[in-house]
């Protein structure tokens, strides 16, 4: 297990610096970063796709929360907007581990590599709506809280990618919209986490350091190791643009996928 320490430590440095900057979530890295750990530990096949988006959703918890202090720090976060969505994103997102933990192995696989690929795809050419709508409208907020939480909480990979246009689509300014993000990134990350711990196989109880679907210390090494290079990131994120960063940082999630897909059907 000591072989794998190093190796989470600069997943968790990774991860909390792609939190805090982008405030997209860092599942898009610890999901598959998951898979392939998983698969060398030689766990349960089968189990391996639940067990990596439960154990993000874990990382998320411990990762996210210093990065939103961050943006708020920074003034960056719209609370007018979070106020109407995380309800409706909390309960959904616990929903989406229900969903998570009944589907077959395969099916989830290749869900999350679909969803890594149109992460990318977002990513590199931020489609974003053209037409600016300030008004705020509470179902609305509320009931796509609740549909990107299910979402993204089914793959576990937070829900920046949807929520970071949207928020622009609603007439926030680029890092108030990450700011936002980040902060509903949190309440996806610690229902998720519910989520994960109350609904997985009876078949996961034997294997050692996991509990529900979270692999324990992969969740509390890379979490911890990620918490300043969160605060870092979001602090480099209200300075700068990052336009280079996120074409290449999408074309390796784009290889990541490609990879899972490989992986599942070889």
């Known amino acids: 297990m000591i072989e ?3 190796p989470l430590i600069l997943l968790g440095i990774f991860a909390g610096l792609l939190s805090g900057f982008f405030g997209i979530g860092s599942g ?3 999901v598959p970063a998951y898979i392939f750990l998983f698969n060398y530990l030689n766990f349960p096949p089968e189990y391996i796709p639940l067990l990596a988006t439960g154990s993000s959703m874990g990382t998320m918890a ?4 210093m990065a939103a202090y961050t943006h708020y720090q920074n003034k960056n976060i719209n609370l007018e907007i979070v106020k109407y969505m995380f309800l409706a994103a909390f309960f959904s997102t616990i929903f989406g581990r ?4 009944n589907i077959a192995s395969e099916s989830l696989q290749i869900i999350i590599a679909i969803s890594l690929l149109l992460a990318a795809i977002q990513l590199i050419f931020n489609f974003s709506p053209k037409n600016i709508d300030t008004s705020i409208n509470k ?9 990107i939480a299910l979402i993204t909480s089914f793959v576990g990979i937070g829900g920046g990618i949807l929520m970071v246009p949207y928020f622009q689509f609603r007439g926030l300014r680029i890092h108030e919209a990450i700011g936002t993000s980040s902060l509903m990134g949190f309440f996806f990350a610690i ?7 109350l609904f997985a196989p009876e078949k996961l109880k034997q294997i050692n350091y996991v509990l529900g679907s979270v ?9 911890l190791s990620s918490i300043y290079f969160a605060k870092l990131g979001a602090n480099i994120s ?13 074309v390796l999630v784009i290889l990541v996928a490609l990879r899972i897909i490989y992986i599942t059907f070889q």
């Open 28 to 30: 898009i890295i610890l």
């Open 139 to 147: 179902i609305e907020l509320f009931l796509v809280g609740g549909f």
């Open 4 to 6: 794998i320490l190093f």
């Open 238 to 250: 209200n300075k700068i643009e990052g336009n280079s960063l996120k074409i290449a940082f999408s």
């Open 215 to 223: 692999f324990i210390p992969a969740m509390i090494v890379a979490g």
């Open 98 to 101: 229900y969903i998570a933990a």
């Open 62 to 65: 411990i990762t996210i929360p």
């Open 191 to 197: 229902s998720g986490l519910i989520g994960a711990i």
